[in-house]
């Protein structure tokens, strides 16, 4: 364990300033070089309400605490549960059966490893996805990720479902596009690069739900070790802690902490910016887990709010590029990449996946590989 302390990256900054203006820039080239060196950052956006962020979470509450036959009829197999919900031990952590992660792991000091997924159990994790995208002006190659969203069936979260989702998956959209732009600016590249590449992307708010009453055993594994498909990921703060992140360099786990007070984001790097910066950037690995600070939380809300579900809800948002779009490596990024590898090889250190290859192909390729390897496809 560390007390590394992730970068804060200041939006406020971005949004005040005029282009040019040295603080911008100084800002974008810190979010850029935090994502090169961590895969993740702390962003900071006074936009965002954190009273938003809680009725959000109560929603999330008091919807997987229906029964599972409630739950089942929002369920959308045939879409590849991309749309509607996912219910607890479907999704497997791909990293289970997956060599070069399990080198990964092996590489890793044996005090800073993820729990132990080798027996590749599925997450027993509850999900919601809800699409937060723009229709293409085009027809799509992959119209099975860009299906219309699935509403709950019970009348009274339906009610309560779209204005909340809306709202704070807006903010979350706002935030994670914002400094998408920020990290264009800080790689030297045109400042709309990744903004126009995500512009039609199957952005989804994306909510899970662990039942801290089943599953909250010290050790329990919530999501087993691995890194997300999508470009970027952002998470508002979670009533409960347990998301340990792995940064590149330090071979360090992290436990994730949010500053006490004030409206953070965490932001992570997934696999498609991965891919088209030819591996300058690395996705960031991440597990959750039941931990000593998680069952502290556990007993504090029993006693703050007895008639509450003691549910763990992860506030999550998919960033994507749009589907159709042409994923391979941008050459300036990749150069800089094999820069660092052959920097990290002099050093005499171990690059930890000298061999990747980003081939060119579509995302929506790309995405559908991925779910293949999560069992979440046939
Ligand atoms: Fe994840």
């Not at 050790?219 to 792995?246: E, Q, V």
């Not at 931990?291 to 763990?312: C, F, M, Y």
Request: charged share 25%.
């Amino acid at each position: 364990m560390t007390d590394v302390v992730l970068p804060i990256i200041d939006l406020d900054v971005f949004l005040a300033q005029d282009p040019d203006k040295l603080a911008l820039l100084q800002e974008c080239q810190k979010a850029a070089d935090a994502l090169i060196t961590y895969g993740a950052l702390l962003l900071h956006d006074s936009r965002v309400s954190e009273e938003d962020n809680d009725v959000f979470l109560d929603l999330m509450e008091d919807y997987f605490a229906q029964p599972e036959a409630e739950l089942r009829k929002d369920e959308r197999p045939e879409l590849s549960y991309q749309i509607g919900v996912t219910l607890e031990n479907t999704e497997k952590p791909k990293c289970a059966v997956h060599e070069p992660c399990l080198n990964i792991i092996a590489r890793l000091d044996p005090s800073e490893r993820p729990l132990d997924i080798t027996q590749h159990s599925p997450d027993p994790k509850c999900r919601f996805f809800w699409k937060m995208s723009e229709k293409p002006p085009y027809e799509t190659q992959f119209p099975g990720l860009n299906a219309p969203n699935v509403l709950p069936q019970a009348a009274e979260l339906q009610e309560r479902w779209t204005p909340i989702m809306q709202k704070w998956g807006q903010s979350m959209k706002n935030a994670v596009s914002d400094l998408a732009e920020m990290a264009a600016i800080g790689l030297g590249l045109p400042r709309d690069t990744f903004r126009n590449a995500g512009r039609y992307g199957p952005h989804i708010l994306a909510p899970t739900a662990s039942d801290l009453v089943k599953y909250g055993k010290k050790d329990n594994i919530l999501a087993g070790f691995h890194t997300d498909l999508n470009f970027l990921t952002i998470h508002g703060r979670s009533r409960y802690p347990g998301l340990n992140i792995w940064a590149r360099n330090t071979g360090k786990r992290i436990p994730v902490k949010f500053p006490a007070t004030g409206r953070y984001l965490l932001v992570q790097a997934g696999k498609q910016l991965e891919h088209l910066s030819g591996g300058l950037i690395k996705a960031g690995y991440h597990e959750v887990v039941v931990n000593d600070a998680t069952l502290q939380a556990v007993e504090r809300r029993k006693a703050q709010a007895p008639e509450r579900p003691l549910i763990r809800i992860s506030s999550t948002f998919f960033w994507h590029l749009s589907s159709d779009y042409d994923l391979a490596p941008i050459p300036a990024l990749q150069e800089r990449a094999q820069q660092i590898r052959a920097d990290a090889a002099n050093l005499g250190k171990i690059d930890e996946d000298a061999d990747a290859t980003y081939e060119p192909m579509k995302v929506g390729q790309q995405v559908q590989n991925e779910l293949r390897h999560i069992a979440l496809m046939a």
